[in-house]
């Protein structure tokens, strides 16, 4: 089975309001072997909701509604269920007596508009909110011959979790035919999405019966793989055996097959290593550190360093000789290599890392362009220099820097 999940409310159409409803619903849809398929927003407009529920019971076979079951007059959730299902509403007095009750326990006088949220769409089961005022509602039937269920949520985080967990997961299990949906996460670092594709495509395109998406940003390419079967164990041998041919083409450029981020990656490497980390930042300005830093448990490789953003705190902190900042200028080869060795020696640390650059939008020159970024990784066996021209605004620089330095380390002591 499928399902399309119809997230409600003018509010989730701005740009001050994110709809994160639907990613719990949609992990706990995954669990019970069910694929999402669509996800919508729709504004409080009851012709437009109508349409969108119309829709959505032609193609899923599980619709959830979240949102639109208070008591104000943009609240159409249940209208606009009821009309496209072509059912009446009535009132159910055990809604009324239990809002009647939380308004008196609370020596609070209920306005009428609170009747709203007890009317009920014909032949639906009640879902009782514990934590609001707005139940939830439930309903079973068919449409061109398929199964349907038809589920209202209130919006609010706190109660559709609630209400979902303890009243819809038993209600759905009991509905849906067993099946299993595995995934594995596939992190790729610096390299083009255009590339990746051309490699893996021949490979994931004979795996028909698992699903996969390419999704590419912030210097890294993400493989998504699903797939669906009777049992975990054989969607996951399925998944599993498509990672395995894609780690075989891709080899080293793969960081992670199991979701962790480049800088855990990192982090375990080292601690594998037993080895330590200091840098020396210039256009990152402490980025790399902070992203080092995020890591639980990282003051057991991560000495230190310093933001050396003026040509005399490289001196002073990194001990670049001032003259080499001079004949090459700060964003350059030979100045970065000395950053690097200068703040390894400084923190006695197993390896320094050494970034500057251009991160602009100004200050870029015909022969240093913004973007223009020099890396050095410095260890016992020497220094490594990469010069890289990252395209973009300031803050995508900055991110790619640092998310080159991280693949450098990596690399390094993988």
Same mark, same amino acid.
């Not at 609001?132 to 039937?141: C, E, H, N, R």
């Not at 993400?222 to 054989?234: D, G, M, P, T």
């Given at each position: ?33 069910? *694929? =999402? @398929?669509?996800?919508? /927003? !729709?504004?409080? #407009? ?8 119309? $829709?959505?019971? %032609? ?59 007890? *009317? =009920? @769409?014909?032949?639906? /089961? !009640?879902?009782? #909110? ?8 439930? $309903?079973?039937? %068919?449409s061109d011959g398929r199964q349907k269920i038809i589920v209202l949520l209130p919006g609010p985080p706190h109660e559709l979790k609630a209400l ?30 255009s590339q990746c594709d051309a490699r893996i495509a021949p490979i994931y395109n004979r795996f028909v019966d698992v699903q996969t998406t390419v ?184 991110w790619f820097a640092a998310q080159q330095a991280l693949d450098m380390i990596r690399r390094k002591v993988m």
């Open positions: 089975m499928n399902a399309e999940i119809i997230a409600i409310g003018s509010e989730l159409l701005t740009p001050f309001r994110q709809d994160t409803n639907s990613l719990y619903l949609t992990e706990k849809l995954n669990q019970l072997g069910v *694929e =999402v @398929i669509f996800k919508t /927003i !729709v504004g409080d #407009n009851r012709q437009h909701l109508t349409a969108a529920a119309r $829709l959505a019971i %032609s193609r899923a076979d599980i619709i959830i509604f979240m949102g639109g079951l208070g008591p104000t007059e943009d609240d159409l959730t249940r209208e606009a269920v009821a009309e496209a299902l072509e059912l009446k509403l009535h009132r159910d007095p055990e809604i009324v007596r239990s809002l009647e009750q939380r308004f008196a326990a609370r020596k609070m006088k209920m306005s009428a508009n609170n009747l709203k949220q007890a *009317e =009920v @769409i014909a032949g639906a /089961i !009640v879902l009782p #909110n514990p934590n609001g005022t707005a139940p939830g509602q439930w $309903l079973t039937g %068919s979902f967990e303890k009243q819809c997961m038993d209600l759905l299990r009991a509905k849906v035919p067993q099946q299993f949906i595995a995934t594995r996460t596939l992190k790729i670092a610096m390299m083009a999405e999704l590419a940003g912030a210097g890294e390419i993400q493989v998504h793989l699903k797939s669906r079967s009777h049992s975990l164990e054989a969607a996951q041998e399925r998944v599993d055996q498509l990672v395995e041919k894609i780690e075989e083409e891709l080899d080293d450029l793969v960081f992670s097959d199991n979701g962790d981020s480049l800088e855990q990656i990192v982090g375990y490497y080292l601690q594998m290593r037993n080895a330590t980390l200091a840098v020396a930042e210039s256009c990152t300005g402490g980025l790399l550190s902070e992203r080092i830093t995020s890591v639980s448990g990282s003051s057991r490789y991560f000495l230190g360093g310093a933001v050396v953003y003026s040509n005399k705190l490289k001196t002073k902190f990194a001990a670049v000789p001032p003259d080499l900042i001079k004949k090459y200028g700060a964003v350059s080869a030979e100045v970065v290599k000395a950053m690097a060795e200068g703040i390894r020696q400084r923190c006695g640390a197993t390896f320094g890392v050494g970034i500057t650059g251009v991160a602009g939008p100004t200050g870029g020159t015909p022969d240093k362009p913004v973007g223009l970024v020099f890396h050095a990784l410095a260890g016992d066996r020497g220094t490594e220099v990469i010069e890289r021209n990252f395209p973009g605004d300031r803050k995508r620089i900055r």
